[in-house]
């Protein structure tokens, strides 16, 4: 593909996933919270830090990787870069492979360091990225970590798409090894499995995005490219965002967790959160949000996005992400049957 070939393809590939709906019905709707009644917190005592491993984030909720690698793209970089210097949320971009491969690129996301300076951000590339070049994407943002998004199913619907992924996982523990900051291995909208999460663990892997279905949907972006449009029956591979939690149950003590896809409302946020994520990350509700409201209005969506999450967590009585994953929550009879059928170490309300 020619580097013009490669801007349009990003430029279609926000333009599809911003008009995208989300799903009529979400398993974040088959799991419920158990109420009490009388808290013993007020709001002003929540403290929504989360710890992992190598970094605290001020608030569990950042931007997720979608955007960079074009004209349109930086735009939106720089104004989602404002956002999140503003809130005070952690920001990942979209695949540097743009930037890697042509210079002229890299401004669509650097932007985001010049404008953020401060701020913690996650950079991007593909498992088959060649490990220097995975270097030099952590370098191009200054960055935290480094999110490595596994999209075997995004490439196969592709029609100019990857067909060879024998060497993914030697390739990401190659990464691993060689990467200065932590390396997220980040699905795109397809979710994990606890087989996966025991891969990942075996090669040193130490976080995760399990990335559900249920959110911006790359099978139904690709096959929109697709001459015939033919492969729209894979529109619902993969599990949703909380099957993939539930898998990681087994795991949450030698992973940091990660959610995001599908995530509607701060009561998704915070059932994520009492499923073992540490953090959750949304893309296409902000960029809709800037692009079509503007800046100043999505710092107030996710201001108000916040306040929601913490007047949540004092209902269920929990002051911060730990406590709230001791909270009681009763599944539906499709999640208890993925549950027994997993085999998965859940426990009920």
Known sequence: MSDIQREQRKNEHVEIAMAQQDVPQSDFDRMRFVHHSIPNINVNQVDLTSHTSNFDMTFPLYINAMTGGSDWTKTIN?????VARETGLAMAVGS???ALRN????????IVRKTNPEGII????GADVPVDKAVKAVELLDAQALQVHVNAPQE??????????????????AIVQRVSVPVIIKEVGFGMSKELLQSLVNIGVTYVDVSGKGGTNFVTIENERRSNKDMDYLSNWGQSTVESLLESISYQDKLNVFASGGLRTPLDAIKSLALGAKAVGMSRPFLNQVEHAGITSTIEYVESFIDHMKSIMTMLDAKDINDLKQSKIVFDSKLMSWIEQRHLKVERG
């Open 96 to 98: 540097t492979h743009a």
């Open 103 to 110: 210079p002229k690129m890299a401004e669509s996301f650097s």
């Open 156 to 173: 196969l619907v592709m029609p100019e798409g990857n067909r060879e992924f024998s060497t993914w996982l030697e390739n990401v523990e």
């Open 122 to 125: 996650f950079s991007n590339v």
């Open 78 to 82: 720089e104004k989602l870069a404002v």
